[in-house]
């Protein structure tokens, strides 16, 4: 089955908010930076500083991010929102915690009637999160 990866497009703050990312969620970051591409001499020299591509990974996890708009620029909506299905109410005390730090908590968690532990936010970045743990049957 195929897998969906959220890529995000930022305004010139990716590597910051890409760095954040990794300290919250873990895993290996690498980025590339505009200038470090084949088609730099092609760019104006004020992008060469900007991420061309960004990846985080961490076992199944796959976050993606760039600099590189296109022409209208930085949009922001609401149509898109990460959703990160935890493991353990550790693990979704923990990320919730240090993804939500700096940004604004819309729905803190709690138990919900479904029976998972719920919250979400947005990010000091401006990107929505939703965080969901399933809590095992009693």
Known sequence: MPQ????????????DAMTFYK????????MQTVGETPIAAQMPPESHKKIMHAALTNG???LFGSDQLGPDGAVRGN????????????????????????????????EEFWGSVYGDFTDKFGMRWMMNWDKPKK
């Open 60 to 62: 199944p996890l796959n």
């Open 23 to 30: 300290e919250c969620l873990g895993g290996e970051l690498t």
């Open 79 to 110: 149509t898109i929102t990460l959703m990160i299905n935890c493991t353990s109410e550790a693990e979704i005390n923990t990320l919730y915690s240090r993804l939500s730090a700096g940004g604004k908590i819309s729905h803190p968690l709690k």
């Open 4 to 15: 969906i990866n959220a890529y995000l497009a930022f305004d010139g703050n990716c590597r």
